[in-house]
């Protein structure tokens, strides 16, 4: 079933690709910033419609990827564990996402440790009563693990990655309700696939494909699962699975390494009741 959601987006009003810190940039492939634009506000208008909450992130000059707007934090019951980039080009996009946070109330925790919010860590709030997944291996350091785990007080198990192209851990395994998940087996060690096949006996399984096709960097209403256009073959695994894919074109957005996932921070308040 659904539930309905509150998402942070920013713009990509200044959106290109300027450098290279991950292996989808090329500088030398040119960005239609109005195609950027426009595949940005169908996705907004996209969750919009199946009925959730989108605040927008004000976007800052020479910050192109403050679109990625999952990178900024991870909250939990009204705490924001803020991010703390790896690459100097992103550092300033931390102070943007923790001006919003305490603008809105939230109780902000700033990072001691990298890490890059959302993009390395993925929420479930009913998988064994709370859990927190979290990548490491190329932009979160692990010791941010253990402190996302007092910060928030919810267990983290701790993933590696080994693959380049899946650089963060929404390019490699996404949560399809609160409780499930979809992951490529090939982005991580073997240590950490006996530990989700251990965890998510059922998970839904991304092939190659699937994953190179950004199908895995998706955000699902537990119902609805929106993801890239490009990625078929992951729709029609989620749908085998129970689920409603919702495309969506985001060819623009996928040349700085991202797609929807990137584009959408979950923000979690304090429930009440």
């Known amino acids: 079933m659904p539930r309905n959601r509150t998402y942070l987006m920013c713009p990509p009003e200044h959106y290109e690709v300027a450098y290279a810190i991950n292996p989808w ?8 910033s109005e195609l950027a634009l426009k595949q940005w506000e169908r996705l907004r208008e996209t969750l919009s419609g199946l009925g959730h909450t989108v605040h927008v992130l004000a976007p800052a000059p020479y910050l192109p990827d403050m679109v990625y707007a999952a990178n900024g934090a991870l909250t939990v019951d009204g705490v924001a564990y803020g991010a703390r980039f790896k690459y100097a080009q992103r550092t300033a996009e931390a102070a943007a996402h923790r001006a919003f946070y305490e603008a809105g109330g939230w109780e902000f925790r700033a990072p001691a440790q990298t890490n890059e919010g959302e993009g390395d860590f993925a929420y479930l709030p009913a ?7 979290a990548g490491y291996g190329f932009r979160t350091e692990p010791a941010a693990h253990a402190e996302a785990q007092d910060v928030l007080g919810r ?6 990655l080994v693959d380049p192209r899946f650089y963060h851990l929404d390019t490699a395994l996404a949560p399809l309700d609160d409780r499930a998940v979809a992951y490529y087996p090939g982005a991580f060690s073997a240590a950490s696939q006996r530990v989700l096949r251990q965890l998510f006996p059922d998970a839904v399984l991304a092939d190659e494909a699937d994953a190179y096709a950004f199908g895995l960097n998706l955000v699902s209403d537990g119902r609805n699962v929106v993801l890239n256009s490009e990625a ?3 729709a029609r695994k989620v749908e085998a699975a129970g ?5 969506v074109e985001l060819s623009e957005l996928k040349k700085g390494g991202g797609s929807v996932k990137c584009c959408v921070a979950e923000l979690r308040p304090l429930r009440r009741g």
């Open 155 to 160: 267990p983290v198990v701790s993933l590696r």
């Open 25 to 32: 940039m090329d500088t030398s492939t040119p960005v239609d």
């Open 243 to 247: 689920y409603a894919p919702v495309l």
């Open 127 to 133: 998988a064994y009563g709370g859990l927190i997944l």
């Open 232 to 234: 078929t073959g992951m």
